[in-house]
Structure formats: structure tokens, C-alpha cells
């Protein structure tokens, strides 16, 4: 050391352990180093320690530079503030479950980068918050981690409130028409064993094997904006789901199993990519099959199409009717704004108890048969009927009693029977009731079975043809019953009919009757198990100049008490009639022209005559 400098030997003076402002001892002597000009020299002010060489010395790192300046204590201070206002993160260790809890401060919140996993320290504990992570691609099976929370509501898993409603692309549907979506549906289905929701976006979903349903499933699709009767008229997309064979069912219930709760909703059902005229072999839309007690209840169609059907559209089929006991109840069920094209046939009851179906508003169009009621009744409202009608087969034989078949507010246009009620039962005194109110009726309706058809405020401009007996036609004051005829046969009458003018000019072909029943026979109703009151009468439906005009019930029973309403006329016999004539009936009178002499038969043999003059 000289004068004003250092000058170190084999000595490393960095800017870490010599500045500027740190104070240079050798001995007793002390002095400040002004400056380090490398790492082996220093500048210090005159020394007055005189010259020292090889001497030993110490740095006494003093230097203001070693300390922070004004701007970067303020800066700190800033940092502080907003920690102890607004909390900082404890970083959770990847190798931990959860953070440590000897650390952190009440309400502080701790991060795991990692699994981007949260925890707020809550009463002195660790409480796990969840992993949002909005606009971040999460893989699927990491949704049982990510929790979401709605205002006001509980954490619950993004994986739950996605299966809430299940969209069938997340299963793999394509809805191309081409791809097979049939895994896709079985795997949505499967995955809501308890019920939910099931979103069919638009498109053509190709399904080649049967469907299973079951409890609490609601299915979806998106609504056409533009329709008429239900069809989308537009350029949108339905959601359609297609069934690709000749002779399966779309949808199957599990026989044996009861079933509930299960809604479709803007959703195309057909047997075809693209629906056609013609309908498709023998498959099926929806094939509810079952017996008692498994029963199926409250279903529900909203704005849904079903065609090309060659079965059923759908069909309610239990395999035991009609002696089922007790019966299996498929209801109740609602139909709201559908419509059914083309299909063999729409609708088939063909169980003894579906009684409260529904149907709103739905269209049917260019079926065989919009509705075959095989055994039970249902309530039709506001429907519109083009080319097949409905088939009422009241099926089985000896007196059966069936609920009632209702149509209010519906409208059947030129085509086939509109109504047609088949397979002739027992004649019976307790009719199977049709009711229809306020209907416009541009088809024919046959009647061929005993029913009890009423009309009221209704329009008819084709013929009602009765072919079978036991037909009771109820016609009140505000129905206009066809321009042509009523053709009725033996046993069938029309009863409270009241003509409107000439505007409506009406043949009947058969008894009008108000009141008691009126029915025409070959005689009087004797043994069986319909049960007659008094007054009913059963005029004679092969009269013969002698024969009873007919029969009155005087006492009511089963069959009742019957006595002749009268003769018609008289037999005229050349001679006396004994042992010659047989009377029609007891107490026939006969005349004897050669004798002028008046016969009367107190029995009915061929010796019974006795002469009242």
C-alpha cells in the first residue's frame, strides 16, 4: 500500500465483499475506500499509516450502499400494505394432499399450483375451496374435482351438473344419419339410472338396435321455429332419431318393471332418414308392453312427430287382456301439438285400463288408422284427422262394459271411415259410450260392433252406416246428422234426434226412440244377462199379416217380463182352424170367411182355437 492506493496480491475484491463507503483497517490505522477500481485495487485517501507491504488487513463492510434506498423502502412498504389488505397465497408443496397447518393466518388462502387446488384457512383450519379454473381445458375425468357454485346455492361437482342434462354428443352421437348412434344413447341413458335429462341436438341420429327406458328420463330436442301441424316448414334441422329396420321397436320399456316419469319434447321419431309416404316393414316407435302390477305412468309427448311406422307409432300392448285381472294401467298419458304421418297406425290401446290418455292438439295425416282402441277409453281433443280415421274394436264377446272413447273439438277431413267401430259384442243393454262434441266430420263412421254413439253440436256430411245390433245412436237438438242416411239394422235405433228443415234433410232407416230403449226382434228377449226395464219395447223385425207387432217389457228384469204390443192385423182360413193352423202366438184371432166366424188361440198349438161367435 502507497500513498492513495491498494494493491492486493492474489486478492478477489468484487463488488459483493469491497464497496465503496466500507472502511480498510491495517493495524491500528483505519480509512474509507473511495472507490474499487478492480478486483485487485482499491482508491482510499491519503494514508497516514505509512507504507505497509504483506501487511494483514480487514474490511469492515459499512457502506451505505449495502442498504436499501428511500424509493425501494417505500416500494416495500406498498408490498406490505397490500399483503396484510388483501392476503397472500401459501403454496402448497406438489408431494402434499393439503397444506401444512401449523402455517398460515386466519381467512389466508393456500394454492397448489400443480393440481390447481385452493384451501381458505377458516377457524384455524385448512377448509378445501375447489379447483376453478374457468377458460382452462380440463380433461373429463378431472370433473369430479372442479366444483362450481351457484348464487346463493351449494358446491357441487362440474361433472354432476353436467349429467344433469346429458347431451348425447358427449357420448359420441354423430347425428349425421350415417353413423350409428345407438352406443351413444344406450351410454346417456346408462349414465341417469335415477332419471334426467337428455339433450338431442338437431340432427339425424341413426339407431340400430332397441332403446331401454326407464324412470324419471326426459329427452329434449331443439324446436323448429316455422311449423304447421308440428312440421318444421323451414330450412332448420330437427333433432330426428331414426330408427334403421324393418321390424324393430325405436323404444322399449322393461317388461315386468313398472315404469313413470318419462317425457319427450321436440324431438322427430320415424322409421326413415327422411320421411316418406310409405311406411317402413313392421317397426315400431314406442312398444310399451306389460301386465299388472307393473304398470307405466305419466307419459308425456310436447310437439313430437312420428312416420313412416310400418307396426305402431306407438302401441300400448298388454298380452293378457282382455281376462287380465287386475288390469295393467298404462296411464296417464298426454300427446300435446304431435303429429303422426304416414304411419300403419298411429296410436293402438290395446290394454284394459288406459283410460286417462290425452291428446291435444294432434294432427294425424295419410296412417291406415290414426287410433285403434282395442279395449280401453280415451279422451281426444283438438284433433285434426286426414286419411285414416279411428278403429274402435271393442273385441271379446258376451256383455263387456268399456269406458267411454271422448272426442271434443276435432276435425276428420275426407278419407277413409273416420270412425270405425268393429268386432261385433253380445247385444246388451249397457252400450260402450262414443262421445263426440263439437266436431266437423267430413268422413263416413261405421258402426259395427254395439256402442252407444252420442253426438253433440256436431257437423256430419257422409253417411253413418250401422251394421250390427245393439247400436243406439243418441242425436241432440244442436247436431246436424248426415245429408244422406243413418242406415241402421235389427237391434240398432237412433234416439232424441231432431230435424233442423230442409236444409238438412235426413233419412233413417230404423226406430226413432226418446226415452226408453227401442230395439227391433225376431221376439221377445228371453234368458241371457241383459237386464231390461219397463217400458223398453222390441218391435217385431219380421212382421207377417197375424204376427205381434212387437213386445213391451212390463216388469224389468233379465230378460223382464215381455207381452204383445198387438196384432197386425188378421189370418184370414177358409174353414174352422183347429188342428189345421198354428197360432202365431198366444191369443191370435183368425177369421173363417166361409163362416164369417172369429177364432181366438189359447195356446200355441195346432188344436188350441176356440170360437168367439
Given at each position: 500500500?502507497?500513498?492513495?492506493?491498494?494493491?492486493?496480491?492474489?486478492t478477489?475484491?468484487?463488488?459483493?465483499?469491497?464497496?465503496?463507503?466500507?472502511?480498510?483497517?491495517?493495524?491500528?490505522?483505519?480509512?474509507?475506500?473511495?472507490?474499487?477500481?478492480?478486483?485487485?485495487?482499491?482508491?482510499?485517501?491519503?494514508?497516514?499509516?505509512?507504507?505497509?507491504?504483506?501487511?494483514?488487513?480487514?474490511?469492515?463492510?459499512?457502506?451505505?450502499?449495502?442498504?436499501a434506498?428511500?424509493?425501494?423502502?417505500?416500494?416495500?412498504?406498498?408490498?406490505?400494505?397490500?399483503?396484510?389488505?388483501?392476503?397472500?397465497?401459501?403454496?402448497?408443496?406438489?408431494?402434499?394432499?393439503?397444506?401444512?397447518?401449523?402455517?398460515?393466518?386466519?381467512?389466508?388462502?393456500?394454492?397448489?399450483?400443480?393440481?390447481?387446488?385452493?384451501?381458505?384457512?377458516?377457524?384455524?383450519v385448512?377448509?378445501?375451496?375447489?379447483?376453478?379454473?374457468?377458460g382452462?381445458?380440463?380433461?373429463?375425468?378431472?370433473?369430479?374435482?372442479?366444483?362450481?357454485?351457484?348464487?346463493?346455492?351449494?358446491?357441487?361437482?362440474?361433472?354432476?351438473?353436467?349429467?344433469?342434462?346429458?347431451?348425447?354428443?358427449?357420448?359420441?352421437a354423430?347425428?349425421?344419419?350415417?353413423?350409428?348412434?345407438?352406443?351413444?344413447?344406450?351410454?346417456?341413458?346408462?349414465?341417469?339410472?335415477?332419471?334426467?335429462?337428455?339433450?338431442v341436438?338437431?340432427?339425424?341420429?341413426?339407431?340400430?338396435?332397441?332403446?331401454?327406458?326407464?324412470?324419471g328420463?326426459?329427452?329434449?330436442?331443439?324446436?323448429?321455429?316455422?311449423?304447421?301441424?308440428?312440421?318444421?316448414?323451414?330450412?332448420?334441422?330437427?333433432?330426428?332419431?331414426?330408427?334403421?329396420?324393418?321390424?324393430?321397436?325405436?323404444?322399449?320399456?322393461?317388461?315386468?318393471?313398472?315404469?313413470?316419469?318419462?317425457?319427450?319434447?321436440?324431438?322427430?321419431?320415424?322409421?326413415?332418414?327422411?320421411?316418406?309416404?310409405?311406411?317402413?316393414?313392421?317397426?315400431?316407435?314406442?312398444?310399451?308392453?306389460?301386465?299388472?302390477?307393473?304398470d307405466?305412468?305419466?307419459?308425456?309427448?310436447?310437439?313430437?312427430?312420428?312416420?313412416?311406422?310400418?307396426?305402431?307409432?306407438?302401441?300400448?300392448y298388454?298380452?293378457?287382456?282382455?281376462?287380465?285381472?287386475?288390469?295393467?294401467?298404462?296411464?296417464?298419458?298426454?300427446?300435446?301439438?304431435?303429429?303422426?304421418?304416414?304411419?300403419?297406425?298411429?296410436?293402438?290401446?290395446?290394454?284394459?285400463?288406459?283410460?286417462?290418455?290425452?291428446?291435444?292438439?294432434?294432427?294425424?295425416?295419410?296412417?291406415?288408422?290414426?287410433?285403434?282402441?282395442?279395449?280401453?277409453?280415451?279422451?281426444?281433443?283438438?284433433?285434426?284427422?286426414?286419411?285414416?280415421?279411428?278403429?274402435?274394436?271393442?273385441?271379446?264377446?258376451?256383455?263387456?262394459?268399456r269406458?267411454?272413447?271422448?272426442f271434443?273439438?276435432?276435425?276428420?277431413?275426407?278419407?277413409?271411415?273416420?270412425?270405425?267401430?268393429?268386432?261385433?259384442?253380445?247385444?246388451?243393454?249397457?252400450?260402450?259410450?262414443?262421445?263426440?262434441?263439437?266436431?266437423?266430420?267430413?268422413?263416413?263412421?261405421?258402426?259395427?260392433?254395439?256402442?252407444?254413439?252420442?253426438?253433440?253440436?256436431?257437423?256430419?256430411?257422409?253417411?253413418?252406416?250401422?251394421?250390427?245390433?245393439?247400436?243406439?245412436?243418441?242425436?241432440?237438438?244442436?247436431?246436424?246428422?248426415?245429408?244422406?242416411?243413418?242406415?241402421?239394422v235389427?237391434?240398432?235405433?237412433?234416439?232424441?234426434?231432431?230435424?233442423?228443415?230442409?236444409?238438412?234433410?235426413?233419412?233413417?232407416?230404423?226406430?226413432?226412440?226418446?226415452?226408453?230403449?227401442?230395439?227391433?226382434?225376431?221376439?221377445?228377449?228371453?234368458?241371457?244377462?241383459?237386464?231390461?226395464?219397463?217400458?223398453?219395447?222390441?218391435?217385431?223385425?219380421?212382421?207377417?199379416?197375424?204376427?205381434?207387432?212387437?213386445?213391451?217389457?212390463?216388469?224389468?228384469?233379465?230378460?223382464?217380463?215381455?207381452?204383445?204390443?198387438?196384432?197386425?192385423?188378421?189370418?184370414?182360413?177358409?174353414?174352422?182352424?183347429v188342428?189345421?193352423?198354428?197360432?202365431?202366438?198366444?191369443?191370435?184371432?183368425?177369421?173363417?170367411?166361409?163362416?164369417?166366424?172369429?177364432w181366438?188361440?189359447i195356446?200355441?198349438?195346432?188344436?188350441?182355437?176356440?170360437?168367439?161367435?
Amino acid at each position: 500500500m502507497n500513498g492513495t492506493n491498494v494493491t492486493g496480491s492474489g486478492t478477489i475484491w468484487s463488488g459483493v465483499n469491497v464497496r465503496p463507503g466500507d472502511i480498510l483497517q491495517i493495524g491500528d490505522f483505519q480509512t474509507v475506500i473511495t472507490d474499487v477500481t478492480d478486483t485487485a485495487h482499491l482508491v482510499i485517501p491519503p494514508w497516514g499509516g505509512g507504507a505497509q507491504a504483506g501487511a494483514a488487513y480487514t474490511i469492515w463492510q459499512v457502506s451505505p450502499q449495502r442498504f436499501a434506498g428511500a424509493q425501494a423502502m417505500a416500494d416495500v412498504s406498498t408490498a406490505v400494505g397490500a399483503w396484510n389488505s388483501l392476503g397472500y397465497f401459501v403454496f402448497v408443496d406438489p408431494a402434499l394432499s393439503a397444506p401444512d397447518p401449523s402455517i398460515g393466518e386466519e381467512n389466508q388462502y393456500a394454492f397448489q399450483p400443480t393440481t390447481r387446488k385452493y384451501w381458505l384457512k377458516t377457524g384455524g383450519v385448512w377448509v378445501f375451496q375447489g379447483q376453478p379454473g374457468i377458460g382452462d381445458v380440463l380433461a373429463a375425468n378431472h370433473l369430479t374435482d372442479v366444483t362450481l357454485t351457484a348464487s346463493g346455492g351449494v358446491a357441487r361437482s362440474a361433472a354432476a351438473m353436467i349429467l344433469d342434462v346429458g347431451n348425447i354428443k358427449n357420448y359420441g352421437a354423430v347425428g349425421d344419419g350415417v353413423a350409428d348412434d345407438t352406443a351413444a344413447f344406450q351410454a346417456a341413458i346408462a349414465a341417469l339410472p335415477g332419471g334426467g335429462r337428455i339433450f338431442v341436438p338437431r340432427g339425424f341420429h341413426r339407431i340400430t338396435a332397441s332403446l331401454t327406458l326407464h324412470s324419471g328420463l326426459t329427452f329434449y330436442g331443439e324446436s323448429c321455429i316455422s311449423r304447421v301441424f308440428g312440421l318444421p316448414t323451414g330450412t332448420e334441422t330437427p333433432s330426428h332419431i331414426f330408427i334403421d329396420s324393418d321390424n324393430l321397436p325405436l323404444f322399449v320399456n322393461v317388461s315386468g318393471v313398472s315404469m313413470e316419469s318419462v317425457n319427450f319434447t321436440d324431438i322427430s321419431f320415424s322409421a326413415r332418414l327422411t320421411p316418406t309416404t310409405t311406411p317402413r316393414g313392421t317397426a315400431t316407435g314406442f312398444l310399451f308392453e306389460g301386465s299388472a302390477p307393473s304398470d307405466i305412468k305419466n307419459l308425456t309427448f310436447n310437439r313430437c312427430q312420428f312416420s313412416n311406422f310400418g307396426g305402431y307409432a306407438i302401441r300400448a300392448y298388454d298380452p293378457t287382456a282382455p281376462s287380465a285381472n287386475p288390469d295393467w294401467n298404462v296411464c296417464p298419458a298426454t300427446l300435446t301439438d304431435c303429429t303422426f304421418l304416414y304411419n300403419t297406425i298411429g296410436i293402438s290401446f290395446e290394454t284394459d285400463n288406459a283410460d286417462f290418455w290425452q291428446l291435444n292438439g294432434t294432427a294425424f295425416f295419410g296412417n291406415v288408422y290414426g287410433i285403434v282402441c282395442t279395449r280401453s277409453g280415451i279422451l281426444v281433443l283438438n284433433q285434426c284427422f286426414g286419411g285414416g280415421g279411428i278403429m274402435v274394436i271393442t273385441g271379446g264377446s258376451g256383455t263387456q262394459i268399456r269406458d267411454s272413447i271422448t272426442f271434443i273439438g276435432c276435425q276428420y277431413e275426407q278419407g277413409t271411415a273416420m270412425l270405425q267401430v268393429a268386432d261385433n259384442m253380445a247385444t246388451q243393454r249397457t252400450y260402450f259410450p262414443i262421445k263426440m262434441i263439437s266436431c266437423i266430420v267430413e268422413s263416413p263412421i261405421l258402426l259395427s260392433a254395439s256402442c252407444h254413439f252420442i253426438s253433440e253440436g256436431c257437423r256430419y256430411v257422409n253417411n253413418i252406416e250401422v251394421t250390427a245390433s245393439g247400436v243406439l245412436i243418441d242425436s241432440y237438438s244442436d247436431s246436424f246428422l248426415p245429408t244422406t242416411h243413418i242406415n241402421l239394422v235389427a237391434g240398432s235405433s237412433v234416439r232424441n234426434y231432431v230435424t233442423h228443415g230442409t236444409d238438412y234433410p235426413v233419412g233413417i232407416r230404423g226406430p226413432i226412440t226418446d226415452g226408453k230403449c227401442i230395439r227391433t226382434a225376431s221376439a221377445p228377449p228371453s234368458g241371457g244377462t241383459v237386464a231390461y226395464v219397463a217400458g223398453d219395447i222390441t218391435y217385431n223385425s219380421s212382421p207377417t199379416t197375424g204376427s205381434p207387432s212387437g213386445w213391451v217389457c212390463t216388469a224389468s228384469g233379465t230378460p223382464g217380463t215381455w207381452d204383445m204390443l198387438g196384432q197386425i192385423g188378421f189370418r184370414v182360413h177358409g174353414g174352422s182352424p183347429v188342428g189345421t193352423v198354428t197360432p202365431n202366438f198366444l191369443g191370435e184371432e183368425l177369421l173363417d170367411n166361409t163362416t164369417a166366424k172369429w177364432w181366438k188361440s189359447i195356446d200355441v198349438g195346432i188344436t188350441n182355437w176356440v170360437a168367439l161367435n
